[in-house]
């Protein structure tokens, strides 16, 4: 074991990362190319410090679906519609991540062509964080938009049977001197490890998180384990929890009903066996020259999350952020300073490396 | 008075109620055809059950703001942009509703014809529900978007200057035998006008409803009422408040900054003076035949919401309604038997059609 060099977390950088997932997942038979895409998600995701979806997932999810013939590690990737505004496209339950960059690659293509473009993939499988794929639209100073359904976990509001993904949506817009608007966010209240987290430290959850398997809401984080999770908004509609669960409908629709994928209860649960991931995706992107000049848009902009941040702050906070801002300053901290990489996941990626015969040097 | 029929309502229907806002609005100076969109507009909130959005506004904003000279009874709307798949007006301090329906005419047509298209409206005044505008595109087998920034009521995360409207996003998506899916929500947990409804009542409000003058959350609602409104999520980040926070941010840039209007703490506070609206509306529609053959894309919206309907409920509910649903059947009860209009609110409208000499004819 590397020793541990900040308390629980250890130090790597983004690129011995990515070039450790490459190695392992073009060990299990996946295609280099596609590969290091899976690569820059997922390392784009521990940089925005988002590790929940960063190289935690690669043993857990990626090779040990690959590995147990849930996910194919070579598929075929088929356009099923294509227009100049709009593609669909069958990821033949391979890596979400190819799938999604290639979907989202070509609406950026037809929007700078056109002015607007959406794109859906269907039969895919769990393709990291929603924002890198709005994100991709930036540089081309189009505004973009991403979203995924996913494993079932959370109930509609009034229900309790497990009907929803934690179905995020994300947006990407440009700034100036400020750094991009990247809004991405579940339409739970909560992600399920915030349960699992909750019941390690033996704490209460929160009101609004979760219910229990007979559908009353519940604190208590063994029960909602065994029960689901929340819309944003919380139990019932005195909250907004309506809303919540109206968003996370939305993407269901958008992703898995327009792209002719798995929607609704055909979606895998957790506590399913072998089953494909079924998961679809919806993309989109415009151009905002088609709304004014670019330049003063992007000023604009500057102005309008700078009055937020400038604004007065509640007794005791001392700053206000706007959407991506947290996720943009880590990502410098990180690069600079070395990307952290939990103890145990390092163990993990450590032993999976010894599994597959890859070299493991990721210490920073 | 006419007498009460329903407790504190009483009954008119679709029709005159309709005809009548036309009159009134004709009579301090609208356009005929301008006058119809916005009585359209208007009843269908009433129809709906959206009391706070329809006829109610007639006199106390619409006809107020005309009459003090705020809004532009005959203003020219202008085309500040336009491209294949967008459009921007400039509604020039004139009526919401009919700019908001040329811009989302303007948006359908293009994207019946190019497969996706948007378009914002800037210079604009309060333009009634959003929802009404993305239910446009459903008779086109388009999915329809539409949303507006406001006059600001609530605050972002940890923040206690009031920098964001209500802010609403609208969805509509047909559906085959279903009623349509229609997503139509504020950004806030709550409207401003239910902290008025619980001070008169005399009830505490929820926990994550509102901030007092100082930010701190408060359940008083005449202490609310001087603060802020929260973001869907409630306070700070336990609940997702930056979530509810960084979709009102995104109605504020996208209707805004897009259109190169007003935005952030340019928009009016409640509290104004004789301010010009400054709102913005922002529109889009995709094309469902783009992605995938609609008539399929219509019999699976109807197994999805079923799906969900058909889910099973929490202990005390009976129902689990899909967006829109409540809304469409008590349009159907309503044309059916007659559309409430609360005794207050039709006392107001006899007395405006006495003061600007219109008929009062509106008992069903």
């Given at each position: 074991?590397?020793?541990a060099i900040a308390g629980?977390y250890r130090l790597s950088t983004e690129a011995k990362l990515k070039g450790f997932?490459?190695?392992?997942?073009?060990?299990?038979?996946?295609?280099?190319?596609?590969?290091?895409?899976?690569?820059d998600?997922l390392v784009a995701a521990d940089l925005r410090g988002v590790e929940?979806?960063g190289v935690?997932?690669?043993?857990?999810?990626?090779?040990?679906?690959?590995?147990?013939?849930?996910?194919?590690?070579?598929?075929?990737?088929?356009?099923?519609?294509?227009?100049?505004?709009?593609?669909?496209?069958?990821?033949?339950?391979?890596?979400?991540?190819?799938?999604?960059?290639?979907?989202?690659?070509?609406?950026?293509?037809?929007?700078?062509?056109?002015?607007?473009?959406?794109?859906?993939?269907?039969?895919?499988?769990?393709?990291?964080?929603?924002?890198?794929?709005?994100m991709?639209?930036?540089?081309?100073?189009?505004?973009?938009?991403?979203?995924?359904?996913?494993?079932?976990?959370?109930?509609?509001?009034?229900?309790?049977?497990?009907?929803?993904?934690?179905?995020?949506?994300?947006?990407?817009?440009?700034?100036?001197r400020e750094p991009a608007?990247v809004?991405?966010?579940?339409?739970?209240?909560?992600?399920?490890?915030?349960?699992?987290?909750?019941?390690?430290?033996?704490?209460?959850?929160?009101?609004?998180?979760?219910?229990?398997?007979?559908?009353?809401?519940?604190?208590?984080?063994?029960?909602?384990?065994?029960?689901?999770?929340?819309?944003?908004?919380?139990?019932?509609?005195?909250?907004?929890?309506?809303?919540?669960?109206?968003?996370?409908?939305?993407?269901?629709?958008?992703?898995?009903?327009?792209?002719?994928?798995?929607?609704?209860?055909?979606?895998?649960?957790?506590?399913?066996?072998?089953?494909?991931?079924?998961?679809?995706?919806?993309?989109?992107?415009?151009?905002?020259?088609?709304?004014?000049?670019?330049?003063?848009?992007?000023?604009?902009?500057?102005?309008?999350?700078?009055?937020?941040?400038?604004?007065?702050?509640?007794?005791?906070?001392?700053r206000?952020y706007?959407?991506g801002e947290i996720e943009y300053e880590k990502t410098l901290a990180h690069r600079e300073n070395g990307v952290p990489v939990h103890?145990?996941?390092?163990?993990?990626?450590?032993?999976?490396?010894?599994?597959?015969?890859?070299?493991?040097?990721i210490a920073r």
């Amino acid at each position: 074991m590397t020793p541990a060099i900040a308390g629980e977390y250890r130090l790597s950088t983004e690129a011995k990362l990515k070039g450790f997932v490459t190695a392992i997942l073009t060990a299990v038979g996946v295609e280099r190319s596609d590969a290091v895409t899976v690569g820059d998600v997922l390392v784009a995701a521990d940089l925005r410090g988002v590790e929940s979806h960063g190289v935690a997932r690669l043993g857990s999810y990626y090779v040990s679906r690959i590995r147990s013939g849930r996910l194919a590690p070579r598929a075929e990737v088929t356009t099923v519609r294509e227009t100049p505004t709009s593609i669909v496209l069958d990821a033949g339950n391979g890596l979400g991540h190819p799938a999604g960059k290639r979907a989202m690659e070509a609406v950026i293509a037809k929007a700078r062509q056109s002015g607007a473009a959406f794109g859906a993939v269907r039969n895919s499988n769990h393709y990291g964080i929603a924002g890198y794929y709005a994100m991709l639209a930036l540089p081309h100073d189009l505004i973009g938009i991403s979203s995924t359904n996913s494993v079932r976990y959370g109930a509609p509001t009034y229900g309790k049977t497990i009907m929803l993904g934690t179905n995020p949506w994300a947006y990407a817009i440009p700034a100036d001197r400020e750094p991009a608007f990247v809004l991405d966010f579940a339409t739970t209240t909560v992600p399920r490890g915030k349960l699992e987290v909750y019941k390690r430290k033996e704490k209460q959850l929160n009101s609004g998180w979760a219910i229990d398997a007979d559908g009353n809401e519940t604190r208590d984080a063994d029960q909602a384990l065994r029960g689901a999770l929340l819309p944003l908004g919380g139990f019932g509609v005195d909250g907004g929890g309506h809303k919540g669960y109206g968003l996370g409908l939305l993407v269901d629709i958008m992703c898995g009903v327009l792209s002719g994928g798995a929607f609704g209860n055909e979606l895998p649960l957790p506590s399913d066996g072998p089953l494909p991931g079924k998961i679809s995706h919806f993309f989109g992107a415009l151009d905002i020259n088609g709304f004014r000049d670019v330049a003063r848009f992007k000023r604009d902009m500057d102005r309008e999350l700078r009055a937020f941040k400038d604004s007065q702050k509640v007794p005791g906070q001392e700053r206000i952020y706007v959407a991506g801002e947290i996720e943009y300053e880590k990502t410098l901290a990180h690069r600079e300073n070395g990307v952290p990489v939990h103890a145990k996941v390092w163990a993990e990626l450590e032993t999976l490396a010894s599994e597959l015969n890859v070299p493991f040097d990721i210490a920073r």
